[in-house]
């Protein structure tokens, strides 16, 4: 039977520990220390003025549903730096369902020699 | 004896035989009404559940209780001597997998009602819906090699019909095509290996085998030929290309399914290493020096790396992806692979003879099974949003997404809740998974849990992605018109929501209650043995 108090239990992890209530209430004093910080900002600001419009280097505004950046520019830069790595992952993975059985060999001859020969 | 106890005596052979019972009795409820016919469905979930609730009740009751149930007999053993009765067996593994598969199939019919109501061939689906919840239940309540088989076979041909069920969409029926091309050679392979095992043993049945086997060279084949055919079944790099395909293209309402199936087979695998070859891992292969190489050593370092490259490829893909549901299928094949890196993990340490391996070990199995929880809620409740965002938008590239938080507020939650969840962010249950599985791999090698940790960040940058493109942003004009989804969609989404924050924030009491007899289950093969034959 589960009692009121295992509800307060902290999971052990043999070299640590984890209570998601402790780490709750440290998150709320943050949040709280944060809000006052806040607070102490500056006072001067007024929204629907010009302080808040944007600002892009004098270029025209773009329409507001044309400023969404889109999923496959999201880690553009990430793409391109790694572009040698997702070469070799697109050709791995074809699409081709005869490849998909390849790969299952492969591993079975790869445990065979492996278990087998050692 | 009273109902209830009768109830609990034959509930394991219940808990598949209502489903199946549920599954050929649809066409003929659908012919009466269709709605009907959807609260029938949900009525038979809801029984197998009750059922499934009272037996879980019963072996968690008694410390290392193993619940069986033999067909045709009261013993699995004939007068002869011969196991050939075909016997269920239920402890603390197969319970927790069953409450799980319990959990999907709730959420799954639940979601199906609005979800599937604009859809022809109901009374098809939810067939095929039932015999496939029903052989996920067979997968893991038996406690037979054959039976295993034939309820992974039920399970892939009502799996594979199920993903191709949208026959409209031409990529549909490709996936499912591709899927029982793949399951049916896992499955034949493994049918394989268990004609190697009953050659030997004249025997099939788990408890048997496991208290038989020596090791022989026909051992060996026969699990590699298991070990492989199920790490396919389980989607494990580089087996995992069918997973997006079938999981991007089924229903949402059946990749939540699908998510449970590839579980079981995952807790198969379990199963054949702890449980059949328990005894004979730590069997000596060759010696170097004064090192003995053991067969667990080398069977969990392959484990381990085959682990480190599922994480790594389905985290890389899922950064990659542009499609809702593939880019989730992605992350699902990675977060399989921090369930095989902490298997892996076990079985290099479990079988050691020094007390603090041990320890590692059996903390690593842990970390593991715990895991096969939260990732069946944390990327189910992921593939119901998808499949939300679906419904409500018909739209699955992210390219063409964005701004959906200002229509559909309560998805967002659920999908902010799924985010946090998979990506092991606290207070989410994944992250205390993840935690014990980071800190058992750290004792194992700190160069593991560092890839397993860095890995989990751009999991993490993988939804902060999907969340961007699909929920924030400017209004999008041509989504306008998009509502929130039906009330049912947000009842089954916010069922799972609700059981992650619940094992989030109390992670201790579902550790303490349900994950550890499942990890005492699987390390302590004696008790399986003596309990399941009697010690034959």
């Known amino acids: 039977m589960i009692e009121i108090q295992d509800f307060l239990r902290t999971l052990g992890t043999d070299s640590g520990f984890w209570n998601p209530l402790v780490w709750g209430v440290i998150i709320i004093i943050a949040f709280l220390i944060a809000y006052i910080i806040r607070g102490m900002g500056k006072t001067e600001y007024k929204e629907k003025t010009e302080q808040t419009k944007v600002f892009l280097s004098g270029n025209p505004e773009l329409e507001k549903e044309e400023m969404h950046v889109k999923a496959s520019n999201v880690y553009w830069g990430f793409m391109e730096s790694f572009k040698w790595l997702y070469s070799g992952l697109d050709k791995m993975h074809t699409g081709n369902v005869s490849d998909y059985i390849l790969w299952f060999v492969i591993i079975l001859g790869v445990l065979f020699l492996i278990l087998g020969v050692i | ?536």
Not at chain 2, 111 to 138: Q, R, V
Request: with cysteine; net charge neutral; aromatic share 10%.
């Open chain 2, 1 to 536: 004896m009273n109902i209830i106890d009768d109830l609990i005596l034959h509930s394991p052979a219940l808990i598949v035989a209502i489903p199946l019972l549920g599954a050929f009795l649809t066409p003929l409820i659908s012919k009466i009404n269709d709605k009907m016919r959807n609260i029938f469905v949900i009525f038979i979930v809801l029984l197998t559940s009750a059922i499934v609730l009272l037996l879980a009740n019963d072996i968690y009751a008694v410390c290392g209780k193993i619940h069986t149930y033999v067909f045709g007999g009261s013993s699995p053993v004939t007068q002869g001597g011969f196991a050939i009765r075909i016997l269920f067996e239920v402890d603390g593994l197969n319970i927790f997998m069953a409450l799980i598969a319990t959990i999907l199939a709730i959420v799954g019919v639940i979601y199906s009602w609005a979800f599937m109501k604009e859809n022809t061939g109901l009374d098809k689906y939810y067939t095929l819906y039932l015999l496939m919840i029903a052989g996920m239940f067979g997968m893991i309540l038996t406690g037979d090699m054959f039976n295993f088989f034939v309820f992974l076979e039920i399970t892939s041909i009502a799996s594979c019909a199920l993903i191709a069920f949208w026959t409209n969409k031409g990529k549909a029926v490709d996936a499912g095509f591709k899927y029982i091309v793949v399951s049916a050679t896992g499955a034949l392979f493994i049918l394989f290996a268990i004609a190697i095992l009953y050659g030997q043993y004249n025997a099939l049945n788990m408890a048997v085998l496991a208290s038989k086997i020596e090791f022989s060279f026909l051992d060996n084949i026969a699990l590699v030929v298991l070990v492989s055919g199920l790490a396919m079944k389980a989607g494990i790099v580089p087996m995992h290309m069918w997973l997006p395909d079938a999981y991007g293209r089924a229903p949402a309402s059946v990749t939540l399914i699908l998510v449970g199936v590839t579980q079981a087979s995952l807790y198969g695998a379990l199963r054949m290493i702890f449980t059949v070859y328990g005894d004979s891992l730590s069997t000596t292969l060759n010696q170097i020096g004064d090192i003995n190489i053991e067969l667990n050593l080398i069977l969990g370092i392959f484990i381990v790396a085959l682990a480190l490259l599922t994480i790594f490829i389905g985290v890389l893909m899922a950064l990659k992806e542009n499609n809702f549901k593939r880019m989730i299928a992605f992350a699902a094949v990675a977060e399989i692979g921090y369930m095989i890196l902490a298997i892996g993990a076990a079985l290099t340490t479990i079988f050691s003879a020094a007390e603090t391996d041990i320890g590692t070990g059996a903390m690593a199995l842990k970390g593991g099974i715990f895991h096969i929880l939260n990732d069946a809620l944390d990327v189910g409740l992921l593939f119901l949003v998808a499949g939300a965002v679906y419904y409500a938008t018909k739209e699955t590239s992210l390219n063409r997404l964005g701004g959906l938080a200002r229509n559909m507020k309560y998805t967002t939650i659920f999908f902010l809740i799924g985010l946090l969840a998979v990506s092991g962010m606290p207070p989410m249950n994944g992250f205390a998974s993840k935690l014990i599985i980071y800190e058992s791999t750290y004792q194992v090698n700190p160069i593991l849990s560092i890839i397993a940790i860095l890995c989990s960040i751009l999991l993490l940058a993988v939804f902060v992605k999907v969340f961007h493109s699909a929920f924030l942003g400017p209004k999008q004009p041509k989504f306008d018109d998009v509502k929130e989804v039906p009330k049912s969609m947000l009842l089954a989404m916010g069922i799972i929501a609700c059981i992650i924050i619940f094992i989030g924030l109390f992670p201790d009491i579902v550790v303490n209650n349900i994950v550890q007899p499942a990890v005492n289950a699987i390390t302590d093969n004696s008790n399986y043995i003596s309990n399941v034959i009697g010690g034959i």
